[in-house]
């Protein structure tokens, strides 16, 4: 079954940065756009990036154009989200997604904190 498994969250400075991954089991991870995703306390999850099945061609939300990048390795079925220049209002667990299926992971918490 689709199993995704987010990790490389916790506490940072503002300013600061962090590396997210993102494990994909399943299903034919190559073949497929992927998507991350987060969700504030108290607020709707919203969309972050998307990145092409090939890796060539991403998009990101206006408001983390510039400092984010996702990326991903298709040889180890794995999707990164690299998160620079960190702010308070990034804090919000994170989540991967392939929109194909209805599967979420556990998430992982991204605390942006002086």
């Known amino acids: 079954q689709v199993q995704l498994v987010e990790s490389g969250g916790g506490l940072v400075q503002p300013g600061g940065s962090l590396r997210l991954s993102c494990a994909a089991s399943?299903?034919?991870?190559?073949?497929?756009?992927m998507s991350w995703y987060r969700q504030a306390p108290g607020k709707a999850r919203e969309w972050v990036a998307t990145?092409?099945?090939?890796?060539?061609?991403?998009v990101y939300a206006d408001s983390v154009q510039g400092r984010f990048t996702a990326s991903r390795d298709n040889a180890k079925n794995t999707l990164y989200l690299q998160m620079n220049n960190l702010k308070p209002e990034d804090t919000a667990v994170y989540y991967c997604?392939?929109?194909?299926?209805?599967?979420w992971g556990q998430g992982t918490q991204v605390t942006v904190s002086s």
């Open positions: 997604k392939n929109l194909r299926f209805t599967n």
């Open positions: 399943g299903f034919t991870f190559s073949n497929y756009p």
């Open positions: 990145i092409n099945s090939a890796g060539g061609s991403t």
